[in-house]
T-cell receptor, first 112, second 111 residues
């Protein structure tokens, strides 16, 4: 069985500070990994994904995530956050693209 | 040119009523899903259809019945609505080797 754990339900941070949102997964097989962002009253949007190849993946708005197989982690980072990054962030895994398992979400609150 | 669209966006109804939520995707994807997001933002898969065939049916009360008239549409019908059904319901679609694309959600409030 697969599961996804996001250890932090809320992460408050000041603007321009770095941030890391943690994600750990458990799976007995190889998985594909994703981060989604949900802005208020909207659906989830794909932020970035790891399918294979380089373990460091980047998004167009400055976020990056690193797949660490030995630690079964896929933490999301940004070196300098902006007020507009305030949102809920979800980590997800899938091993066959038929079923996707989501973490419980981390609310990123960027303060001025 | 919305990729995954759901209607209605908001749905307020009384206990015991029957309601439907519609979903359409224009991405040409083969697989469509219904997810339920509760008040704590937890996302739980309910159903998945691939080319109109039900492939995932999680532990969901049989008051919930999905229908897929074609691979671009997946509707959700809910009978005898209960207070606990209040949530945001998301439709999503995907294609082999592609991530999920979500609609903007339907906020269902049962009073």
């Amino acid at each position: 069985a697969q599961s996804v754990t996001q250890l932090d339900s809320q992460v408050p941070v000041f603007e321009e500070a770095p941030v890391e949102l943690r994600c750990n997964y458990s799976s007995s097989v190889s998985v594909y990994l994703f981060w989604y962002v949900q802005y208020p009253n909207q659906g989830l949007q794909l932020l970035l994904k790891y399918l294979s190849g380089s373990t460091l993946v980047e998004s167009i708005n400055g976020f990056e995530a690193e797949f660490n197989k030995s630690q079964t982690s896929f933490h999301l980072r940004k070196p300098s956050v902006h007020i507009s990054d305030t949102a809920e962030y979800f980590c997800a895994v899938s091993y066959n693209f038929n079923k996707f398992y989501f973490g419980s979400g981390t609310k990123l609150n960027v303060k001025p | 040119d919305t990729a995954v669209s759901q209607t209605p966006k908001y749905l307020v109804t009384q206990m015991g009523n029957d309601k439907s939520i519609k979903c359409e995707q224009n991405l040409g994807h083969d697989t469509m899903y219904w997810y339920k997001q509760d008040s704590k933002k937890f996302l739980k898969i309910m159903f998945s259809y691939n080319n109109k065939e039900l492939i995932i049916n999680e532990t969901v009360p049989n008051r919930f019945s999905p229908k897929s008239p074609d691979k671009a549409h997946l509707n959700l019908h809910i009978n005898s609505l209960e207070l606990g059904d209040s949530a945001v319901y998301f439709c999503a679609s995907s294609q082999r080797s592609s991530p999920l694309h979500f609609g903007n959600g339907t906020r269902l409030t049962v009073t």
